[in-house]
């Protein structure tokens, strides 16, 4: 599987031509320094990848759109990705909160509507499923179809997962997420894992806080079965962070979902299963 060499990371926003760049649907937005990809009106950075069907695809906790890159070098021929950093995480790092997951989703429209994807498909992976079923929920005439990948209804179901998640927060106070990263990231190969970690790190401890809080308020179980679009869950067997528990509530809570798990794979399939994964999703 490929990774990228490069960790696509850009540190300056330039602003290209005018004042006021122009964004794909004319709208004024912040251009970064490579052409695809875009700040927008909300502060919002985004990029678009591919050609096709149009696909959102929203990433996990404390790392940013681009975890997505192994994944978009096997898709790009299949759809047209906008692959936004949510608020507080990666090149949306600066922008205050608050963190939780409405806002996450609230960010969305106007990014939406800036790169012209009037209805998409979406898939969320981990934490960015919880602002996908969000997206779906309140805003269903956006989503022709749901994929929901290593994530859950509600993070904190059991007593363990509280305690864990609350020692993540605990953590959070006194140590950045570059080093929670070095700790902690274990089981991928050393560039694989050198890349994460950079992507970890460039999170900012305040932002991550915040939205671990949101991550812990987050409960879709009330309204799952208020997501009408057509839905699929994708989860692993061996995934430790988000056991099986999680895909079952959510294939039983969505009336119209169907649940696909990936033999062998952990919370990092993406990484490990690319190639299936893409499989997966270029099929729906």
């Keep these: 599987m490929a990774v990228p060499n490069d960790k696509r990371k850009l540190s300056l926003i330039t602003l290209v031509g005018h004042d006021n760049p122009v964004g794909p649907k004319g709208d004024n937005v912040a251009m970064l320094a490579v052409s695809n990809n875009y700040r927008a009106s909300n ?37 047209r990705m906008l692959i936004p950093d949510l608020r507080g995480h990666g090149k949306s790092g600066d922008l205050a909160g608050p963190y939780d997951v409405e806002a996450l989703t609230s960010d969305l429209d106007i990014v939406l509507a800036e790169a012209s994807f009037d209805s998409c498909a979406v898939m969320g992976y981990s934490h960015g499923g919880a602002v996908a079923q969000r997206l779906a929920y309140t805003r269903s005439a956006v989503v022709r179809k749901l994929i929901l990948a290593c994530t859950y209804a509600c993070s904190v179901a059991t007593l363990r997962e509280r305690i864990e998640v609350n020692v993540l927060l605990a953590l959070l106070g006194f140590l950045s997420p570059g080093t929670i990263g070095r700790l902690f990231v274990l089981g991928l190969g050393s560039q694989q894992t050198e890349w994460l970690q950079s992507l970890l790190a460039s999170n ?16 879709s ?24 528990h999680h895909f079952d509530a959510l294939v039983r809570g969505i009336p119209s979902a169907v649940g696909y798990m990936v033999d062998r794979a952990g919370h990092t399939l993406i990484w490990t299963h690319t190639r299936e994964l893409a499989d997966i999703v270029g099929a729906q």
């Excluded at 009330?222 to 679009?229: D, F, R």
């Design 221 to 244: 179980r009330p309204w799952l079965k208020e997501i009408t679009v057509p839905t699929l869950v994708v989860g692993g067997t061996h995934d430790r962070a988000v056991p099986r």
């Design 204 to 219: 900012r401890a305040p932002a991550m806080r915040g939205a671990v809080r949101g991550l812990i308020m987050f409960d």
């Design 43 to 79: 502060g919002i950075c985004y990029r678009i990848e591919g050609e096709g069907e149009p696909l959102l695809l929203l990433h996990g906790l404390m790392v940013s759109g681009a975890m997505f890159d192994p994944l978009v070098e096997l898709l790009r021929h299949r759809f």
